[in-house]
């Protein structure tokens, strides 16, 4: 990968600084352009007519690391020719914004995928193609040539991408294209989606600025490291220098320099753009205004579409004849496709795919769209688990014969209790710590980027194998899904996997199981690559409250590591309000993340998980329901978020109580008397643990694991109780907290399987048990 990337971006730069600033180029000068992209693929010596720019390039990409130049007098004397290299090159950021607002605007899950798979095809497939990357570049340059594009067409080659990964794309490309290949950019979201919010921004660097970042005009006025140093070591630093350079906790001042003087800064820079433009404000160039997005026009006497924002254009033959607008249409037919339901598709090409006028013109027509569950069955192909995998039941399934959910329904359906799903929204930690570290030049951005897209995608899937084999549907009753019952599934619905983002749905007894399963694999693939690991060490009996054994690998660490929201509710559930609950577990998660590494050193995953059993639960926000609702004093009668080795310590809990068979109403009981107080806790705790037949096993695997109090002298019980101190504040007096897990564990209870018993005998016993 390392001599493929240098060969990548010493071929881009060459080019760039080979195309020059102009907007058409001679033929002759194109076929010399064209040289330079061949002859550094097959590693040859270029032409002598364009040796001096490859070799300027070349020069650029191999300055070590270690280089840092104390005045800029150094640099100069070091790096005379590119010093003196005034040929700007151009870099262009952008991709999708707004994006929740378009994927989740829709209620139906069908709409949903259609959306996300529509935004995943334009920025993995659409956007490279204008590069003569992909399957659809062909396409793509004929899109360019008819939308007054065309001279893109000569000027990018796939060499000039450094990252399209993760819902956004950064590439170089020839200076004089930087505004027209933005505003392309935009128009291809829009051509395709007609109401996705988009942008993309330019701007051109002298070749120095991409390894030393921003540089003045002339370089000498560059406030560089010296002086850097003297300002800030005055009495009375400049608050705006000093703020301009504290991006970490670093306190070395050289160090510091240096972490922000690097290609990070040509990034960060086109970061604020592109923020500036999404705002809606205007640009300093010639471009057109992003002040007024796509609109629809609507009226009061006109029949409206699904959502409720467009006016409908057609009338549909699908079940209840339901009447689409353009954009929604193109999301329905986009989702059908992804799911491979060919049985419902005749409906587009009726009425949307033409429309007669004076004669017949081709519209907007839908392209294949490779849906995640082909891509996870290319993955159990290469990983050698396609056999284990269609083992279900004590039978051998025929993969051809294993269809996708097409509903929630039916996620729903094959869950333990049936009815019930849960949503995981994954995303990573410590990104932007580790590339303001350790990530300055354009080519550790494409490799890094290819890095963590490989480990999200890994993660999932070996997640989905491992926990998310066939099931099998039945007691459908809804005559949309009837004919489906006998039908053996894959029981997930991938939303989407960008970058090191995740969203999906999943049955409910597997959620938990499969958010940990995930951050604890990406920490793992990210590890297969050099450069990932923290040799910090922390303290596990500071970090976790489960104590029953300790995690086997903190004495080093990932600096990567993922946090998660996990939402277990109806299948009935609106979508949106479930995303957006979801949305605010994965921020409670992400702030234990945040604040474990502050204190102790924690680099590792975090989860926050809530079961809704009715939509009316929580009235407000999470957080509020649980400091008004679940607190009472210095009581807290919640224990979320976890650590991922305390979740996997609360799992097995929950195992142990189903083992011990813990009646379930003394469950109820005791978690009803929680609010009495602590002591009336712990005393009905003990009468009932006492009475237990397998008293010993919950002793073992519930108090000594979670309870024990953290002063070695003190020999009590705290069961159900964990105490913990908060640290020390001017504001606040210290004052034990005590939480307990009591609650959690009642909420999993019905939705675990017992290791010995498959969801399906187990479904229909377990569902009474829930409405309690």
């Known amino acids: 990968m390392i001599n493929n990337s240098r060969t990548r971006t010493i071929t881009a730069l060459a080019w760039c600084l080979a195309w020059g600033e102009k907007h058409n180029l001679v033929q002759d000068k194109l076929t010399t352009l064209y040289q330079i992209q061949q002859e550094l693929q097959k590693r040859q010596d270029v032409p002598e007519s364009i040796k001096s720019v490859v070799t300027k390039a070349k020069r650029l990409y191999d300055i070590s690391e270690k280089y840092a130049p104390k005045t800029l007098k150094d640099l100069e004397k070091d790096y005379q020719d590119l010093w003196k290299e005034n040929t700007r090159i151009g870099l262009v950021y952008g991709g999708a914004t707004k994006i929740k607002q378009y994927v989740f605007e829709a209620a139906k899950i069908n709409d949903i995928r259609g959306a996300s798979a529509l935004l995943d095809r334009i920025n993995l497939d659409d956007i490279p193609g204008f590069f003569g990357e992909g399957k659809r570049s062909q396409r793509m340059r004929d899109w360019l040539n008819d939308n007054q594009f065309a001279e893109l067409r000569q000027a990018l080659i796939p060499e000039l991408i450094i990252y399209s990964t993760g819902g956004s794309i950064l590439a170089f490309c020839p200076a004089a294209f930087t505004d027209k290949l933005a505003n392309a950019i935009e128009k291809r979201y829009t051509h395709e989606t007609l109401t996705a919010n988009s942008c993309a921004v330019g701007d051109t660097f002298r070749l120095l600025e991409f390894r030393f970042g921003l540089l003045q005009n002339p370089i000498e006025n560059t406030l560089w490291l010296e002086e850097y140093k003297k300002k800030q070591s005055n009495p009375n630093p400049n608050p705006i ?114 429309r007669r006028l004076s004669q017949d013109y081709e519209l907007w027509q839908p392209d294949n769209v490779r849906s995640w569950v082909s891509k996870f069955k290319l993955f159990l192909k290469k990983s050698g688990s396609k056999p284990e995998y269609y083992q279900a039941l004590n039978q051998t399934l025929k993969p051809y014969k294993v269809t996708e959910a097409f509903s929630l329904r039916e996620i729903g359906n094959v869950s333990t209790p049936r009815g019930f799903v849960g949503y995981i929204y994954a995303d990573g930690n410590n990104m932007g710590g580790y590339l303001r570290q350790h990530i300055r030049t354009p080519e550790k951005y494409r490799e890094f980027s290819i890095q963590v897209l490989n480990a999200t995608q890994n993660s999932v899937y070996i997640a989905l194998k491992k926990h998310l084999q066939p099931r099998q549907l039945n007691h459908l009753t809804d005559p949309d899904n009837a004919y489906r019952n006998g039908q053996w599934i894959y029981p997930f619905e991938i939303i989407t996997i960008g970058g090191d983002d995740v969203l999906l749905i999943v049955p409910a007894d597997k959620a938990l199981d499969i958010a940990k399963t995930i951050g604890e694999e990406f920490e793992r693939e990210i590890l297969k690559s050099p450069g990932f690991m923290a040799n910090t060490p922390y303290d596990p009996e500071k970090v976790h409250r489960y104590q029953g054994e300790n995690p086997s690998e903190y004495t080093s660490q990932c600096e990567l590591s993922m946090s998660a929201g996990v939402l277990i509710t109806a299948e009935n559930t609106p979508i949106y309000y479930a995303e957006e609950l979801t949305n605010q577990l994965l921020k409670s998660s992400k702030k234990l993340a945040k604040d474990l590494k502050r204190d102790y050193n924690y680099y590792g995953g975090t989860v926050d998980f809530l079961v809704l059993k009715a939509v009316t639960m929580i009235a407000s926000n999470i957080k509020d329901f649980r400091e008004q609702g679940l607190t009472k004093g210095n009581l807290k009668f919640y224990a979320a978020p976890y650590t991922l080795h305390e979740l996997g310590g609360l799992l097995d809990t929950v195992q142990a109580l189903k083992k011990a068979k813990f009646p379930k109403s003394q469950l109820y009981q005791i978690r009803s008397l929680l609010e009495r107080g602590k002591h009336t806790a712990i005393l009905n705790y003990r009468y009932f643990r006492v009475r237990l037949q397998q008293g010993d096993k919950l002793e073992t695997d519930f108090e000594e694991a979670w309870c024990q109090p953290k002063d070695e002298n003190n020999h009590g019980n705290l069961a159900p109780w964990m105490s913990k101190k908060p640290k020390k504040s001017d504001a606040e007096i210290e004052k034990t907290i005590y939480e307990t897990i009591w609650r959690d564990l009642v909420d999993l209870y019905p939705f675990l399987v017992e290791d010995d018993q498959t969801p399906t005998n187990q479904g229909e016993q377990q569902e009474q048990g829930l409405r309690q």
């Open 241 to 354: 220098i000093k703020a301009y350079f504290d991006q970490s906790s670093e306190s070395d001042l050289e160090k510091k320099f240096w972490q922000r003087k690097n290609f990070n800064e040509l990034v960060g820079k086109l970061a604020n753009q592109f923020t500036h433009r999404r705002n809606g404000n205007t640009s300093p160039t010639e471009r057109p205004s992003r002040s007024y997005p796509p609109m629809f026009e609507t009226h009061p006497y006109l029949q409206r579409d699904e959502t409720d924002n467009r006016a409908a254009v057609a009338e549909t033959n699908l079940p209840r004849t339901p009447s689409f607008s353009d954009p929604l249409a193109r999301k329905v037919i986009v989702g059908q496709r992804s799911k491979r339901d060919r049985l419902r598709q005749g409906w587009y090409n009726k009425n949307f795919g033409f």
